[in-house]
């Protein structure tokens, strides 16, 4: 590579982690005000806290990067522009092609290390992230019954642990039910373990007493015991969920009109999901050529670029809005799935020809001699 494209893919390069790591604190931040919540009511641990929101990032850098290169390459070129530099190589004799090497290698680069994201970094970290929403919620030893507080459950009843203990099990155990009317129920033990079954949370006491009255006739009895269970229904514990279009490989999503087991429905959104993880990535590449195209076969204007730059950010938002259109259809009817691929297709093969044969000061002769062939 020339040292000229070195120093443009430096610049580029530098420029694009600064715009999407700050786009991706900035979401990181909103995204962790849903888990907020959980730390302050709840209790979960910061380390939960800080891995669940980390999860969440492949699936926004996933969107933010076209974007991302997309705003890195218009700035680098157009102050290039403005500096004179790009003068300066296009007056040496410097294509345009030339001059967009760097562009081009930025977005080939980002297009592969999306293609990874998508097809390995998503899938993995989506399914990571569910198991531990499914655990954080369902985890009624930490979460529920917390340490050293009273736990008000529903139907009136209240349960207290002292601790837990490294290997599960709680001590210090105090049991209030008061779901029947007209009795009460105390229960308190030494030691215990909380046990998850599909009914709810049951909760073995070792060593410890059994007391009841009834409120009625005033009768009360007392029961020691070694081993005693209790069963609370009305802790409803959540099953995971089946797997989310994100969770599966491209070739399950690709293979779903094969299964009969989904729906039509179901099996067109996995289908067109298969297709945007071919074609997504390549946006990159596209966005990062939409950016500097305009800016390397448009003529110098002392005025500035404001023109050019205005009609290639209209571009990217219309090629982005029509993805996003388009995805959608597809997903009625997979006839609309080729326009995906001329959505993508069409602006690269555009750009490319720009680059390639487009000669703005043969089209300006020709048209300032077209008056004279007139006369």
């Known amino acids: 590579m020339k040292i000229l494209n070195v120093y443009i893919f430096k610049q580029i390069l530098i420029g694009f982690l600064l715009v999407c790591f700050s786009l991706l604190a900035m ?9 907020v919540e959980m730390v302050t009511r709840q209790g979960l641990p910061v380390y939960l806290f800080a891995e669940m929101t980390s999860l969440l990032m492949p699936r926004i850098f996933n969107i933010l990067s076209p974007i991302a290169v997309f705003v890195t390459v218009l700035f680098v070129y157009h102050r290039l522009i403005a500096d004179r530099e790009l003068v300066v190589m296009q007056s040496a004799g410097i294509s345009p092609w030339q001059n967009s090497k760097a562009a081009v290698l930025i977005g080939l680069l980002l297009a ?3 293609v990874f ?28 019954f917390r340490e050293g507080e009273f736990s008000s459950l529903k139907n009136g009843i209240t349960v207290f642990i002292d601790k837990h203990e490294d290997d599960g099990s709680v001590s210090g155990i105090f049991v209030s039910d008061e779901s029947k009317p007209d009795i009460k129920v105390t229960l308190t033990a030494e030691k215990g ?7 709810g949370p049951r909760i073995l006491f070792i060593n410890g007493v059994r007391q009841e009255i009834n409120t009625k006739d005033y ?17 409803e514990s959540k099953k995971k969920k089946d797997q989310t279009v994100r969770e599966k490989s491209i070739f399950e999503l690709l293979k779903s009109g094969q299964d009969n087991s989904l729906d039509a429905h179901v099996q067109r959104k996995n289908i067109v999901e298969g297709n945007r993880r071919i074609l997504y990535p390549l946006y990159n590449l596209v966005f990062a050529l939409l ?12 005025r500035g670029q404001a023109r050019v730059i205005s009609i290639e950010v209209l571009c990217m938002i219309l090629v982005l809005g029509c993805d996003l259109a388009f995805t959608n259809l597809a997903g009625r009817s997979l006839y ?22 487009y000669n703005p000061f043969y089209f300006r002769r020709f048209k300032a001699k077209e008056p004279q062939n007139e006369k």
Request: net charge positive; with cysteine; charged share 15%.
């Open 219 to 235: 009768k009360f009895s007392t029961l020691s015991f070694s081993r005693y269970s209790a069963e609370f229904n009305s802790v």
């Open 112 to 114: 592969l290390f999306n």
């Open 27 to 35: 979401l990181w931040l909103t995204q962790s005000l849903r888990f």
């Open 193 to 199: 373990r909380i046990i998850q079954t599909d009914n």
């Open 291 to 302: 950016a500097c195209v305009g800016l390397l076969v448009g003529t110098f204007n002392r």
């Open 117 to 144: 994201v998508m097809n390995w970094g998503i899938p993995w970290s989506e399914a990571r992230f569910r198991d531990l929403e499914w655990r954080v919620k369902n985890n009624l030893t930490q979460m529920i």
């Open 336 to 357: 609309i799935l080729p326009l995906l691929y001329l959505n993508c297709l069409l602006p690269l093969l555009i750009c490319f020809y720009l680059l390639f044969f």
